[in-house]
């Protein structure tokens, strides 16, 4: 079961490095945040556009912001740092929430 999870993300995301966790306690991935936002949004700066979408969802009332959880992953440079990351049902509300013509396939 474990592996048909990680074989969707993979899929969903044409296989670009997206970093995930498996808690076994509660059985299920976390999936980082602005890795979601850097391959769908193809920001230059995900982290930026991270924080000022959470901003924005935040102001609207919107609940996915509420779902973040923060984990230290791995980051380029090698250091663990405190990263917002979401479960499975948390990554598709962050996808409906990406204005980006290269999330829309995925809406669908």
């Not at 970093?19 to 976390?30: G, H, L, N, P, S």
Request: with cysteine.
């Amino acid at each position: 079961m474990k592996q048909d999870k990680m074989h969707l993300i993979n899929k969903i995301f044409n296989n670009e490095e997206i970093r995930t966790v498996w808690d076994k306690d509660e059985e299920k991935y976390y999936i980082s945040v602005v890795d979601i936002v850097r391959v769908l949004s193809k920001s230059s700066n995900q982290q930026t556009y991270w924080r000022v979408m959470k901003k924005r969802l935040k102001d609207e009332g919107n609940q996915t912001v509420t779902i973040c959880n923060g984990l230290k992953l791995k980051a380029q440079d090698g250091k663990y740092r405190l990263t917002d990351v979401v479960d499975i049902e948390g990554m598709f509300r962050i996808i409906e929430s990406i204005p980006s013509k290269n999330a829309e396939p995925i809406k669908q």
